[in-house]
């Protein structure tokens, strides 16, 4: 089934993470700031369990001395080495081209388009759709 | 695949773990502020890890990484079937200047090692620590437990505050080849040296990619004092450098050596036979090159084959994985000489398959 409600929104509160199995297969979902992602748990550097990593924003700077935190998308560091992804696109921060982790399109809807045994909304994974690069 | 791990750091976890191997006047003494140095967080620069540590490393009993030995047993050595590791103690890596109380500390993480890990773990092995700034208290150290089989290398850390090949730690070399236990050097500050020959510099991606520079002195000044015409015998590790490095100062040392030789006349062969001879390297932290091809050809230069041992460093945030950080692409005689062979002949582990 490529559609799996994964839990409640209740379950899923701004900042908590949870690690689900999808056919035997590790997927991370994170909520950051009511804004829901999924990436693989799976480092493509050295294998690492890539979701046990801080979430942070991206750090940039256009000259020495200047540190300034991009309000853009979240990343996601490893928990090993510290490879930041973007974590609603998968890429990289070193080599966004060529080195990326698997995102999944999740979202929240409400609880009563499935069999209902929950009130209000669900956080749904949908593993067969790509997540879109606006998203 | 077998594998030993040649550089694991398993942590005291605080200064309690090690209150009964210290005096009451050394337990005091600690905790007027010299723990501090206990558990290296007053290193220079801020790492992105706290600790230093693999984030997923952090022990469900809320201790330091590496310090809850059932922890480390199902996270680490059973999680990739270690057949083997060598313990290497980070507490003694930011000694303080008292001598007394270093002196004291490196003894209370030899007997720690014994009873609360190699005596509960038939797959570690012990790494004797000592001072080497002071040549009394190593040489003594070293004596005291030469023969015991579970210490298997003296352990020192590399930023000395000398070049190592100078003869003020010729003593500990020489209780070290006579005890016939190989020299580990790790990457550290214990004798204050900064990474670099011109200082401390301001970020940690620098003291990181440093690390190696620290190593390649190390080598030169040993091979160039004289250190292996005097102690023939003497085996060095050179832990957490990669090895990269060591073929291009190879060849710088052998160009050298045809035009200045006379200056060393004790240097009777050509400092990379020496070096092929003398030295050891563990893998950790891997050079990655961009390609495979770019690997194999490092690896075939050196023309160490026989002294590559891989490492882990774990609980370390810069951690190789057993199942990544070498290219497939090696010949399976050589992965298996890295991965067990050659540490098991240096090290003396036991062989599983030899048992029967």
């Given at each position: 089934?490529?559609?799996?409600?994964?839990?409640?929104?209740?379950?899923?509160?701004?900042?908590?993470?949870?690690i689900v199995d999808v056919?035997g297969i590790a997927i991370g979902?994170?909520?950051?700031?009511?804004?829901?992602?999924a990436v693989l748990n799976r480092c493509p550097h050295q294998g690492a369990p890539l979701c046990a990593g801080v979430?942070?924003?991206?750090?940039?700077?256009?000259?020495?001395?200047?540190?300034?935190?991009?309000?853009?998308?979240?990343?996601l560091r490893c928990p090993w080495h510290g490879w930041e992804f973007?974590l609603?696109?998968g890429r990289s921060w070193w080599d966004?081209?060529k080195s990326r982790v698997r995102v999944y399109?999740?979202?929240?809807?409400?609880?009563?388009?499935?069999?209902?045994?929950?009130?209000?909304?669900?956080?749904?994974?949908?593993?067969?759709?790509?997540?879109?690069?606006?998203? | 695949m077998?594998i030993?791990d040649?550089d694991l750091?398993?942590?005291?976890?605080?200064?309690?773990?090690?209150?009964?191997?210290?005096?009451?006047?050394?337990?005091?003494?600690?905790?007027?502020?010299?723990?501090?140095?206990?558990?290296?967080?007053?290193?220079?620069?801020?790492?992105?890890f706290?600790?230093?540590a693999r984030v997923d490393s952090?022990?469900?009993?809320?201790?330091?990484?590496?310090?809850?030995?059932?922890?480390?047993?199902e996270h680490h050595l059973d999680r990739w079937n270690i057949?083997?590791?060598?313990?290497?103690?980070?507490?003694?890596?930011?000694?303080?200047?008292?001598?007394?109380?270093?002196?004291?500390?490196?003894?209370?993480?030899?007997?720690?090692?014994?009873?609360?890990?190699?005596?509960?773990?038939?797959?570690?092995?012990?790494?004797?620590?000592?001072?080497?700034?002071?040549?009394?208290?190593?040489?003594?150290?070293?004596?005291?437990?030469?023969?015991?089989?579970?210490?298997?290398?003296?352990?020192?850390?590399?930023?000395?505050?000398?070049?190592?090949?100078?003869?003020?730690?010729?003593?500990?070399?020489?209780?070290?080849?006579?005890?016939?236990?190989?020299?580990?050097?790790?990457?550290?500050?214990?004798?204050?040296?900064?990474?670099?020959?011109?200082?401390?510099?301001?970020?940690?991606?620098?003291?990181?990619?440093?690390?190696?520079?620290?190593?390649?002195?190390?080598?030169?000044?040993?091979?160039?004092?004289?250190?292996?015409?005097?102690?023939?015998?003497?085996?060095?590790?050179?832990?957490?450098?990669?090895?990269?490095?060591?073929?291009?100062?190879?060849?710088?040392?052998?160009?050298?050596?045809?035009?200045?030789?006379?200056?060393?006349?004790?240097?009777?062969?050509?400092?990379?036979?020496?070096?092929?001879?003398?030295?050891?390297?563990?893998t950790q932290p891997i050079e990655e090159p961009?390609?495979a091809?770019?690997f194999?050809?490092?690896?075939?230069?050196?023309?160490?084959?026989?002294?590559?041992?891989f490492s882990t460093d774990y609980p370390h945030w810069d951690f190789d994985a057993p199942s990544h950080a070498l290219p497939k692409t090696l010949?399976?005689?050589?992965r298996?000489?890295i991965f067990?062979?050659?540490?098991?002949?240096?090290?003396?582990?036991?062989?599983?398959?030899?048992?029967?």
């Open positions: 089934v490529a559609r799996r409600v994964v839990g409640t929104t209740k379950e899923f509160p701004a900042g908590s993470r949870r056919d979902v994170f909520n950051v700031a009511g804004t829901f992602y979430v942070s924003s991206s750090l940039e700077s256009s000259e020495p001395g200047e540190y300034v935190v991009a309000g853009r998308h979240p990343v973007d609603s696109t966004p081209a399109s999740v979202h929240t809807e409400a609880a009563a388009t499935f069999p209902v045994w929950v009130e209000g909304e669900v956080v749904v994974l949908d593993t067969a759709t790509k997540r879109g690069a606006d998203s | 077998d030993i040649c750091h398993a942590g005291a976890g605080g200064p309690e773990s090690l209150r009964p191997y210290l005096s009451e006047h050394w337990w005091n003494y600690g905790k007027q502020g010299a723990y501090r140095a206990i558990g290296y967080p007053g290193t220079t620069h801020t790492r992105q706290v600790h230093g952090w022990p469900p009993d809320g201790g330091l990484p590496a310090s809850d030995f059932a922890f480390l047993q057949a083997a590791a060598m313990l290497t103690p980070m507490e003694a890596a930011y000694l303080p200047r008292n001598a007394d109380y270093a002196r004291a500390l490196c003894a209370a993480l030899n007997e720690w090692q014994c009873e609360q890990l190699i005596d509960r773990d038939a797959r570690l092995g012990g790494s004797l620590m000592v001072v080497a700034e002071d040549a009394d208290a190593a040489e003594a150290e070293i004596r005291k437990w030469a023969g015991d089989a579970r210490f298997r290398q003296v352990l020192i850390y590399s930023r000395t505050s000398e070049p190592l090949g100078r003869r003020r730690y010729w003593r500990m070399f020489a209780a070290a080849a006579e005890a016939g236990l190989p020299v580990g050097v790790h990457f550290g500050l214990c004798g204050g040296g900064a990474v670099t020959g011109h200082g401390k510099p301001s970020f940690y991606v620098e003291d990181h990619t440093n690390m190696s520079t620290t190593f390649q002195d190390q080598v030169t000044s040993m091979v160039c004092e004289g250190v292996f015409a005097e102690f023939p015998n003497l085996r060095v590790v050179l832990i957490e450098g990669g090895l990269g490095w060591l073929t291009p100062l190879m060849w710088r040392l052998d160009r050298a050596w045809k035009l200045l030789r006379a200056e060393v006349p004790h240097l009777r062969e050509l400092p990379s036979t020496v070096v092929r001879k003398h030295f050891w390297l563990t961009p390609t091809h770019a194999d050809a490092m690896i075939e230069e050196m023309g160490m084959d026989r002294r590559i041992m010949s399976p005689d050589l298996r000489r067990a062979d050659n540490a098991r002949a240096l090290y003396g582990f036991s062989d599983p398959s030899q048992e029967r």
